[in-house]
Structure formats: C-alpha cells, structure tokens
C-alpha cells in the first residue's frame, strides 16, 4: 500500500518536486518521475535497483507510530480480551442485530465494530487496520483519519441494517475497510487512478470474499469502503481542487458522519 503523502512533503530525490506517495518498501517519499509501478504501491529507484533486497533499519519501521491506530487497535485488544474473560454475553450485549436496535439499544452501532468472533478474526482485522491506517494516518493527520473511520464503521453498520437486518453483525472490518476506501478517495482527490493505488484488487477480494464464505458481512464491507471513500474525498477533494476552506470540509465530514448515525437509527426502528 503506497502512502498518499501531504502537500508539504518533498521527494527524496528532487528537494523542489512534492512527493505523491512513499515507496511500498523503504518508505521514502517519492515524486511521479520516481515512482515505479509495482505490484501493489508504487517503489522508489533503490529498491527497484536492489530487486527486492532492500534492508530495513530498526529505526525506519519504528520512526512513526500513528498515535490513533495504536489507539485503536488496543481499544480492539482490549474488547476481545473482555470477551474472553466475560463470556458470551458481553459479545450478545454489544453485536449488531436490528431488532434490538430498534428496541432502542441503538450503542450496538458503535460497540458492534469492537468485537470479534475469534483470535483470527481480530489477528486479520487489525493487521489490516495497521497496513491501511499506518499510510492514511500519516498522510492527513490523526483527526480527519479518526472522521474516516468513523464513517466507515457507521457506513458498514447503516448498509448491514438496511440489507441484512436480522443478521447479528461484528467485527471492526467495516471501519477498517473504510480506511481503504479512504485512501482510495484521497488518491481520486489527488488525480491518481484506482489502479494505481493498487487497491483495486483487495476491494474486489474483501466484496467477493463474502460470497465464498457466508457468514462474512457482503453489506458491511461494502457499507464501510463506501462511506471511507466518501468522507475522504470530501476532506480532500474539496480544498485541494474546489479551494473550499478546510474547516468547512472537515464540519462536512462531521455532518455527513452524523447522517450516517441518524440513518442506521432510523434503519433500526423501522423493523418495529
């Protein structure tokens, strides 16, 4: 996954060209002339050289940590652990199940994004969530990465309550996907094509994965790449080629999050 850098990043190479991305391997930043089409990002001229051997230092993989991830994912850690320790019930309070959100537990929204059903499941979701929220993160900062999220999770539970209602639901992927489908709509924002992100193959996996494995939320995954893509291109799309002030993308953002809220509400109580 190639990162989307920020306007004031500079490429490794030419000091006065903006970087567009950073290499897949090394993480070094990287302009348009020096990008190297790989299988999934793009790589910078070393590694393309070194063919593959390029040695990564202890302080390169811990140089940026992204303080929401880690966040997170330990937010994800500690439920699963809480799951474990409690029982079965703590996963039947907290999943998501239209029926007792329209009998007004309408917390399962949010709670439903923070559980899973086993080791691997949670193992899978947050390797993801590391891998897509790590480049997102750094590339427009941990607010608007938080918003990101937070659409693609209220994304993913809003199209499960409105195509699979009676499903119990959980699991983070929905959000998490979400920020894949953020990076996607930051790259779009920024003129780059869906292929060149190299995403579009692990959108294509994550939608037909469901398909092969039924118990898979198809809704939850779609709902959550939707919503991302959305919110990040608002965040994106509009300052940078509409020369909208930020701050009126970002109340945007918020407000497009909150109609995602009242909607999975609403997708709630209409099966009362």
Same mark, same amino acid.
């Given at each position: 996954?190639?990162?989307?850098?920020?306007?004031?990043?500079?490429?490794?190479?030419?000091?006065?060209?903006?970087?567009?991305?950073?290499?897949?391997?090394?993480?070094?930043?990287?302009?348009?002339?020096?990008?190297?089409?790989?299988?999934?990002?793009?790589?910078?001229?070393?590694?393309?050289?070194?063919?593959?051997?390029?040695?990564?230092?202890?302080?390169?993989?811990?140089?940026?940590?992204?303080?929401?991830?880690?966040?997170?994912?330990?937010?994800?850690?500690?439920?699963?652990?809480?799951?474990?320790?409690?029982?079965?019930?703590?996963?039947?309070?907290?999943?998501?199940?239209?029926? %007792?959100?329209?009998?007004?537990?309408?917390?399962?929204?949010?709670?439903? #994004?923070?559980?899973?059903?086993?080791?691997?499941?949670?193992?899978?979701?947050?390797?993801?969530?590391?891998?897509?929220?790590?480049?997102?993160?750094?590339?427009?900062?941990?607010?608007?990465?938080?918003?990101?999220?937070?659409?693609?999770?209220?994304?993913?539970?809003?199209?499960?309550?409105?195509?699979?209602?009676?499903?119990?639901? %959980?699991?983070?992927?929905?959000?998490?996907?979400?920020?894949?489908?953020?990076?996607?709509?930051?790259?779009?924002?920024?003129?780059?094509?869906?292929?060149?992100?190299?995403?579009?193959?692990?959108?294509?996996?994550? %939608?037909?994965?469901?398909?092969?494995?039924?118990?898979?939320?198809?809704?939850?995954?779609? #709902?959550?790449?939707?919503?991302?893509?959305?919110?990040?291109?608002?965040?994106?799309?509009?300052?940078?080629?509409?020369?909208?002030?930020?701050?009126?993308?970002?109340?945007?953002?918020?407000?497009?999050?909150?109609? %995602?809220?009242?909607?999975?509400?609403?997708?709630?109580?209409? #099966?009362?």
């Amino acid at each position: 996954m190639a990162l989307v850098l920020d306007d004031s990043t500079a490429c490794y190479r030419h000091a006065d060209t903006k970087a567009a991305v950073e290499c897949q391997r090394c993480g070094r930043p990287i302009c348009a002339q020096c990008m190297n089409q790989a299988s999934v990002g793009h790589h910078c001229p070393e590694c393309v050289a070194g063919g593959g051997q390029q040695v990564v230092t202890a302080r390169q993989i811990t140089e940026y940590r992204p303080p929401l991830t880690v966040a997170i994912m330990a937010a994800n850690a500690l439920a699963y652990v809480a799951q474990t320790v409690v029982g079965r019930q703590l996963t039947n309070d907290g999943l998501l199940f239209g029926p %007792l959100v329209g009998a007004g537990e309408v917390w399962r929204i949010i709670t439903s #994004g923070f559980l899973h059903g086993s080791l691997m499941h949670i193992g899978f979701n947050m390797y993801a969530l590391w891998l897509f929220g790590r480049s997102l993160e750094r590339g427009v900062g941990s607010v608007r990465y938080g918003l990101i999220y937070l659409a693609g999770l209220l994304g993913g539970a809003a199209a499960v309550l409105a195509f699979n209602y009676d499903a119990p639901t %959980l699991g983070a992927s929905g959000a998490v996907l979400g920020l894949a489908g953020g990076i996607a709509g930051v790259s779009m924002a920024r003129g780059r094509s869906l292929q060149e992100t190299g995403l579009l193959g692990i959108f294509a996996f994550n %939608l037909a994965l469901p398909l092969l494995v039924p118990r898979i939320s198809f809704w939850g995954h779609f #709902g959550g790449i939707a919503a991302g893509f959305i919110a990040a291109w608002i965040l994106t799309w509009l300052p940078e080629r509409r020369r909208v002030q930020s701050s009126v993308t970002f109340g945007l953002t918020v407000a497009f999050c909150a109609v %995602l809220a009242v909607v999975c509400v609403v997708l709630g109580y209409r #099966g009362v």
